[in-house]
Every structure is written in C-alpha cells, then in structure tokens.
C-alpha cells in the first residue's frame, strides 16, 4: 500500500511559506498488500481451514497475517509465528525467507519501519545464503520502502534500483511488484527535485499496473502521478487526475482511497493557491474519515487543515485542530504520524513565541522520530529546536541541538535547503558566542548551498519552461492532426459524385490548403521554438541577476555585522594596550587577520556577483572603476576613452549589466592569457547603438591554435544574446582586438 505523509520544516526568513512548500511524502508499501479486502480474508480463512497439506496451510497464514488490519494485530501475528514456526522446525529455508518478509511487511503497516527493516534485512541474508533469488529481490525492494522512510534516499535508491534490476530479469515479470517498484523509485526522485526523472518513472510504474489490470493499485499510482505533476506547477492536470482517482475509488467502494483522494485534492488546491477550495476538500475528508472511524486519516487532514487556517492568517481553531491531530494519531497508534503532528505543532507556537511549549512539542518530535529511524526527519526537529534556543538567547542548548544535526545531514540527504538553514543558524550562533573564525566558516558553506541550490531551482525552472514547451507543443500537432484528418474526410464526401473537372479543381484546392497548413505549421513550430528559447533565456537571466543582487545584498548586511563587532573587540583591546600581562598585540593581530580576511572575501564575492558601482552610480562610473582596480595592479595600463555614456537611466538594466560582463571578460581574458602591458579601451555611444573596441599590445593570436575557448565563448555568448556583433583577430606578437556593436536596449516603459 502507498499512503502519504507530510514533511515540512522550518525556515529563517520564512517560516510558514516553507511549511506549505514541502507538501508531501508518499511511502510505498509491499505488494502483497495491495488490492486485498475483507472479502480476499474471509477466502483465506475457509482455505485454511480446509487445507490438509502443513506447507500450505503456512503460507495461506502468511498471506492472510498480513491483510489482518491493526485492529487484529494480534491474529496477525500469530498467522506468522504459527507459519514461521513450522518452517523452522521442517527447515524450509524458503519459507523462513517468506516468513520474514511477511513480518517486515505487518511491521511497516503497523507504522514501525524501523523493525520492519530488521526482518528485511534477515530476510536477504538467508535468501542469499541458500540462493532464492525472488525471495531476494522482495526483501531487498522493501528494505528500500524503509530507508525512503527514514529519509536516507541515497541507500533507499540503490537498494531500489538493485530490486528493480533483479525483478526485471524474472521470466515471466511480476507487473505488480515492478510497477510497486517504479513507484517507490519515483518517490525518491520527486522528493530530491529531479521531477522530469521522477515523472517518467511513475508513468512507467503506472504502464506496468494496466497492464495487470489491478484498479486497486492503479489508484495509488495515479496518486503518485498526481502529485508529480504538482511538483511540476500542472496544478489543473493535477486535479483532473486525483479525479480520475476519485473515480476509481467509487467504482470499487474503497472508502480509504476516497479519504485519500479528498486529502491530496486539499494539498493540491493549497499548493495552487486556492486555500478555500482546500478547506473544503480537507473537511471533507474529516466528516468522511469519522464516519468509517479512520483515525490516521482524520489526524492526517485536520494538521493539514490547521497549516491552511495559518497561511490564511485564521489561528482561532489552529491549537484546537493541532491538538485533535495528535489525539487521533495516538488512537492509531501511528507513531510517524504522532511525531509529524507534533513537529507541525511545534513550528506553529514557535511563531507565535510561546517557547515552553514548542520546546515541549519538538523534543515529543524528535524522540519519536529517532526511535522509527527517521534520521533526517529527527534532524529537522532538533534544527528547529536550535532555533528556539537561539531565540531565547540558549546558546549552549542552541549549539548542541545544532552540532547533533549537522552530520546526520551531510550523511543523508542530497537535498541541501535544510543543511543551508543549519548553516545559517550555526552562523547566528557564533556571531553571538563571539567566535569569528566559525561563524565566517559556517557563511562560507552557507553561501556554496545558497548557490548550489541556485543552480538547482535554475534546473528546475529550465524543466518546466520545457515540459510546458513540450506539451504545448503536442496539443499543436494534435490540432493540426485532427484538421487534416477533416480536410481529408470532406474530399472523400465531395469527390463521390462529382464530374472530373470539380473534383480536379477540388483536389488542387486541398492539395494547396494542406500545403499552405503544413507551412504555417512548420512556421508555428519554429517561432515557437525560437520564442521558447527567448523567454527561458531572459527567464534565467532575470532569475541569475535577482539572485545575484540577493546574495550581495545579504553579504553586506551580514559582513557589515560581523565588521561592528570587530571594531567593538579593537575598542576593547585600546583600553588594554598598555596594561602589562593584557596581550593586546596579540588581540590586535587576530582581529586585523579576521577584518583583512572578512574584507577580502566580501570584496570578491560581492564583485563577482553584482558590481556595487554599477547600481549605485551607472554603466560608465562601473568600466571606470573596473579600470581603476586593473591599473592599481601596476602590472596593465587601461587607457579609457568614453563617448557618450552620461545618461544612460533609459537602458535597460540588464543590458548595462551585459555591457559591463562584456568588459569584464575581455579585460579578464588580456590579464589571463595576453602578457600585456597596455590596453585601449573606446566605448562610443552612437545613436541606436554602442560600439565597444578594446586593443591589447599582448602576444596575440595563433591562427592555428583553436580560438573558441571558455572565456571567448562566454564572450560571443553575452554579444549574441544582445542581438549584437562581434569580430576578434590579432596576429602574434602583435596583439589583439575585440570590436563589438551592441544596439541599445531600453527599459520597458510597462513596468
């Protein structure tokens, strides 16, 4: 069975937009539980009992032990000590193997995947030791379900792909168990970002369930798939699928599916922003869940009900329905479950200042997620109880809560948000405590993060502008398709009883309007594809700068803090310098090292990323100062020559910065490779355009020698996407120059 859980966590700047961020986390559970009723039990029951062979009569118990609901939890058990036990006594080891399996699988059910991954992995030892290669394969798939519970996705998806691996080669192949597989593979995916892999997995995963025609588990896949494309920002494709589920469920009069499809209906109208359609999907799934007495569900919808009232500012009933989650967690005995309310509950008061209380919720989190396995979900709540103590200016407690998390982050996940967040708290921290060296070793790593996850959103961004370019272009082709196949259905009901003469003209003019629409086609197609690659272009250029400003700005804000209490440490050690015994000196050189060290690394960082000059004071006070700091050097004489270039308010911002890039590199690349002395640097601004000519007296060009390097590239590519034109030559020993003409782009008067 696959159900769903929520794993949401705490942000600095943030803290409930990141709570509706993280929305879900299906988990896949063994296949042989899937699509089985009460009615499959009762059948089990009457062939038990009329069962006369032993070996039999144990593996219809280990079939029936594990649809026993948690209710009759204790028959269950007893079905599998009863198989288990003849299997041992009659040494039959595949059995044993089948025993094992069937107890990891009760325990995960029952919400304790921690035992369940012990029995697994018992499991795969004994296969492998007498070489039952199915018995293998299972054991290892569902020790994979475990680690994705536990948040260790690294393992979970080796042991995932090693399962999928060895069910492949089975002749026949089992569909169910693949199709279970690619699910579980999905899932993995999904949840570390890559959601175009993770896409084509559950489609997969769902072709291998029609084709064993199972509309049991084709309901939980269409689930997965749902989900996706939420992931993917297709909210209204989304919605149509949880209907599709919503169906499905109906047909069979799976009550359980229907709460499910209710709940995930609530996630995806919150994900898209329609909170009041989600309050009605969630309360729903309440009055649905009280009915049939589903404690799990009805905990599952009224924390997520909660986290909607408090994105909708609504926190009247939010203590109420928090504290209603829990209770009917614990009737459940869903200990996950418990340990997510208690988390989502924590957060909440966090924001709302009420410490001893949140301090309380968190720690019930965190105990309850390490005894399951939960590593990364336990890490999360002791992040968040660092930040609590930090707030309440606990900085010892702060530091252990802290330092116990970090590593189980860097051994875990390759998810970096909650790392990057550690990292900003454990930089805070040591601010406070006055250690400087850590705190500015902690920003460092939190700025690699920052722009690691930069990338990834990038990637992400790039990935939905092309899935949206994809099917946008499918539904063209279909259109096109299906007004071809009309075109050709009315020249066979006009070429029936017409004379030759009308039906030669006929069939000229549809041969002319087939013409005339494959070429508007072709066309479409090719400016939409030009289009495509303009808007993703500009998308991700708007995206680069903004970040770029972001992080400059954050770099100032921060540095700037630090830089304070530095000075106030060299007010301090004034007062000591002449007192014996007081080492000052000493003082005074580490904080030097430490101001040299802060100013030094501010500098680089924040040049690279935005030029401070050019915000401030223009395009040409920016190539100015870009000059100034070469010629500082003593090593290369920049001559400027400016035309023009006094007003240039009207540009475009982007434009200016490219102009800037443009120099930038060019000037980098004379540093890197030309071994020159002296550089001309003209910039004329003509009336439509700029025309950028800069000369070195270097060694020039090999002619032979490849001239497209990185730098060159980089180069043409800013010109290009400028619309602009670019020649480069020299001769060697004799220098080289770069000519470029730009034409002026100005601000969009609309925005």
């Given at each position: 069975m696959i159900f769903t859980q929520i794993n949401s966590s705490i942000r600095n700047s943030d803290l409930l937009s990141n709570l509706l961020k993280k929305l879900v986390l299906p988990i896949a559970c063994s296949v042989l539980t899937v699509g089985m009723g009460q009615s499959k039990i009762d059948s089990l029951s009457q062939l038990i009992e009329n069962e006369k062979s032993p070996s039999e009569k144990a593996q219809l118990q280990l079939k029936r032990g594990v649809l026993l609901s948690k209710n009759q939890g204790e028959k269950g058990f007893k079905d599998l000590e009863s198989a288990l036990s003849f299997f041992t006594q009659n040494k039959d080891n595949k059995g044993e193997t089948d025993s094992y399996i069937a107890y990891g699988n009760l325990y995960f059910m029952y919400g304790d995947p921690k035992r369940a991954s012990h029995y697994d992995s018992i499991a795969i030892k004994l296969a492998e030791k007498i070489s039952y290669k199915k018995g293998r394969a299972v054991a290892i798939g569902n020790l994979g379900r475990e680690f994705i519970t536990f948040g260790n996705f690294n393992k979970a998806e080796k042991l995932i792909q090693q399962a999928i691996s060895l069910e492949e080669k089975f002749n026949p192949q089992d569909a169910n168990r693949l199709a279970e597989l690619y699910s579980r593979y999905n899932i993995i995916e999904g949840s570390q970002g890559?959601?175009?892999?993770s896409l084509e997995l559950i489609e997969k995963a769902i072709e291998f369930s029609e084709t064993a025609k199972d509309d049991k588990q084709l309901s939980l896949l269409y689930t997965n798939y749902a989900i996706t494309l939420s992931r993917l920002s297709k909210f209204d494709e989304a919605v149509e699928v949880h209907f599709k589920v919503m169906r499905l469920c109906e047909k069979m009069k799976d009550t359980l599916g229907l709460l499910r499809v209710y709940n995930n209906l609530g996630i995806a109208f919150r994900s898209g922003g329609e909170s009041d359609k989600a309050i009605t999907y969630y309360k729903k799934s309440i009055a649905l869940a009280k009915t049939t007495n589903s404690y799990k569900s009805l905990g599952l919808s009224l924390v997520n009900l909660a986290t909607v009232y408090v994105k909708k500012e609504q926190l009247d009933a939010v203590d109420t329905l928090y504290t209603q989650g829990i209770q009917y967690f614990e009737i459940a005995s869903d200990t996950g479950g418990i340990a997510f309310a208690n988390h989502n509950y924590g957060n909440f008061l966090l924001l709302t200042k009420n410490y001893a209380e949140a301090d309380k919720r968190l720690q019930v989190a965190y105990n309850l997620r390490k005894q399951i396995g939960a590593e990364l979900a336990a890490a999360n709540s002791l992040s968040v109880l660092g930040k609590?103590?930090?707030?309440?200016e606990k900085w010892k407690e702060a530091e252990e809560y802290l330092l116990t998390a970090e590593p189980i982050y860097k051994g875990k996940s390759r998810d970096n948000r909650n790392l990057k967040e550690l990292y900003g708290y454990l930089k805070e921290l040591y601010i406070e405590k006055g250690n400087f060296e850590k705190a500015l070793n902690y920003q460092t790593q939190e700025l690699e993060l920052e722009k690691t996850i930069f990338t990834e959103n990038e990637k992400v961004n790039a990935l939905k502008a092309e899935t949206a370019y994809d099917l946008e272009k499918r539904d063209l082709e279909m259109v096109i398709q299906k007004e071809e196949e009309q075109l050709a259905r009315q020249r066979l009901l006009l070429g029936g009883g017409?004379?030759?003469?009308?039906?030669?003209?006929?069939?000229l003019s549809l041969w002319l309007r087939r013409r005339q629409l494959k070429e508007r086609h072709q066309a479409h197609i090719t400016n939409l594809g030009q289009q495509h690659r303009l808007n993703l272009t500009k998308s991700l250029k708007d995206s680069e700068q903004q970040e770029r400003k972001k992080i400059a700005n954050k770099l100032h804000d921060e540095a700037g803090s630090m830089l304070s209490i530095a000075i106030l440490n060299l007010k301090q050690v004034q007062g000591d310098v002449f007192n014996e015994g007081s080492n000052a000196g000493q003082k005074l050189e580490t904080t030097q090292k430490l101001l040299v060290d802060i100013s030094d690394s501010v500098r680089l960082i924040s040049h690279s990323l935005m030029p401070v000059a050019l915000e401030k004071y223009g395009l040409k006070a920016a190539i100015h100062d870009l000059a100034n700091a070469v010629n500082t050097s003593q090593k290369l004489k920049v001559e400027e020559i400016f035309e023009g270039l006094d007003d240039t308010d009207s540009w475009g911002e982007e434009f200016c910065l490219t102009v800037y890039r443009i120099v930038q590199e060019a000037i980098n690349n004379i540093i890197k490779h030309a071994q020159a002395t002296h550089v001309l640097l003209q910039i004329v601004e003509l009336e439509e355009s700029v025309t950028i000519y800069i000369e070195d007296n270097g060694r020039g060009m090999d002619t032979n020698a490849?001239?497209?390097?990185?730098?060159?590239?980089?180069?043409?590519?800013?010109?290009?996407y400028l619309n602009g034109t670019i020649e480069i030559n020299g001769n060697a020993n004799k220098g080289t120059f770069i000519l470029a003409e730009l034409p002026i782009e100005k601000?969009?008067?609309?925005?």
């Amino acid at each position: 069975m696959i159900f769903t859980q929520i794993n949401s966590s705490i942000r600095n700047s943030d803290l409930l937009s990141n709570l509706l961020k993280k929305l879900v986390l299906p988990i896949a559970c063994s296949v042989l539980t899937v699509g089985m009723g009460q009615s499959k039990i009762d059948s089990l029951s009457q062939l038990i009992e009329n069962e006369k062979s032993p070996s039999e009569k144990a593996q219809l118990q280990l079939k029936r032990g594990v649809l026993l609901s948690k209710n009759q939890g204790e028959k269950g058990f007893k079905d599998l000590e009863s198989a288990l036990s003849f299997f041992t006594q009659n040494k039959d080891n595949k059995g044993e193997t089948d025993s094992y399996i069937a107890y990891g699988n009760l325990y995960f059910m029952y919400g304790d995947p921690k035992r369940a991954s012990h029995y697994d992995s018992i499991a795969i030892k004994l296969a492998e030791k007498i070489s039952y290669k199915k018995g293998r394969a299972v054991a290892i798939g569902n020790l994979g379900r475990e680690f994705i519970t536990f948040g260790n996705f690294n393992k979970a998806e080796k042991l995932i792909q090693q399962a999928i691996s060895l069910e492949e080669k089975f002749n026949p192949q089992d569909a169910n168990r693949l199709a279970e597989l690619y699910s579980r593979y999905n899932i993995i995916e999904g949840s570390q970002g890559n959601y175009l892999k993770s896409l084509e997995l559950i489609e997969k995963a769902i072709e291998f369930s029609e084709t064993a025609k199972d509309d049991k588990q084709l309901s939980l896949l269409y689930t997965n798939y749902a989900i996706t494309l939420s992931r993917l920002s297709k909210f209204d494709e989304a919605v149509e699928v949880h209907f599709k589920v919503m169906r499905l469920c109906e047909k069979m009069k799976d009550t359980l599916g229907l709460l499910r499809v209710y709940n995930n209906l609530g996630i995806a109208f919150r994900s898209g922003g329609e909170s009041d359609k989600a309050i009605t999907y969630y309360k729903k799934s309440i009055a649905l869940a009280k009915t049939t007495n589903s404690y799990k569900s009805l905990g599952l919808s009224l924390v997520n009900l909660a986290t909607v009232y408090v994105k909708k500012e609504q926190l009247d009933a939010v203590d109420t329905l928090y504290t209603q989650g829990i209770q009917y967690f614990e009737i459940a005995s869903d200990t996950g479950g418990i340990a997510f309310a208690n988390h989502n509950y924590g957060n909440f008061l966090l924001l709302t200042k009420n410490y001893a209380e949140a301090d309380k919720r968190l720690q019930v989190a965190y105990n309850l997620r390490k005894q399951i396995g939960a590593e990364l979900a336990a890490a999360n709540s002791l992040s968040v109880l660092g930040k609590s103590a930090m707030d309440q200016e606990k900085w010892k407690e702060a530091e252990e809560y802290l330092l116990t998390a970090e590593p189980i982050y860097k051994g875990k996940s390759r998810d970096n948000r909650n790392l990057k967040e550690l990292y900003g708290y454990l930089k805070e921290l040591y601010i406070e405590k006055g250690n400087f060296e850590k705190a500015l070793n902690y920003q460092t790593q939190e700025l690699e993060l920052e722009k690691t996850i930069f990338t990834e959103n990038e990637k992400v961004n790039a990935l939905k502008a092309e899935t949206a370019y994809d099917l946008e272009k499918r539904d063209l082709e279909m259109v096109i398709q299906k007004e071809e196949e009309q075109l050709a259905r009315q020249r066979l009901l006009l070429g029936g009883g017409s004379v030759v003469l009308i039906l030669l003209l006929i069939s000229l003019s549809l041969w002319l309007r087939r013409r005339q629409l494959k070429e508007r086609h072709q066309a479409h197609i090719t400016n939409l594809g030009q289009q495509h690659r303009l808007n993703l272009t500009k998308s991700l250029k708007d995206s680069e700068q903004q970040e770029r400003k972001k992080i400059a700005n954050k770099l100032h804000d921060e540095a700037g803090s630090m830089l304070s209490i530095a000075i106030l440490n060299l007010k301090q050690v004034q007062g000591d310098v002449f007192n014996e015994g007081s080492n000052a000196g000493q003082k005074l050189e580490t904080t030097q090292k430490l101001l040299v060290d802060i100013s030094d690394s501010v500098r680089l960082i924040s040049h690279s990323l935005m030029p401070v000059a050019l915000e401030k004071y223009g395009l040409k006070a920016a190539i100015h100062d870009l000059a100034n700091a070469v010629n500082t050097s003593q090593k290369l004489k920049v001559e400027e020559i400016f035309e023009g270039l006094d007003d240039t308010d009207s540009w475009g911002e982007e434009f200016c910065l490219t102009v800037y890039r443009i120099v930038q590199e060019a000037i980098n690349n004379i540093i890197k490779h030309a071994q020159a002395t002296h550089v001309l640097l003209q910039i004329v601004e003509l009336e439509e355009s700029v025309t950028i000519y800069i000369e070195d007296n270097g060694r020039g060009m090999d002619t032979n020698a490849k001239k497209d390097g990185i730098g060159l590239k980089m180069l043409k590519r800013n010109v290009e996407y400028l619309n602009g034109t670019i020649e480069i030559n020299g001769n060697a020993n004799k220098g080289t120059f770069i000519l470029a003409e730009l034409p002026i782009e100005k601000k969009d008067n609309d925005n």
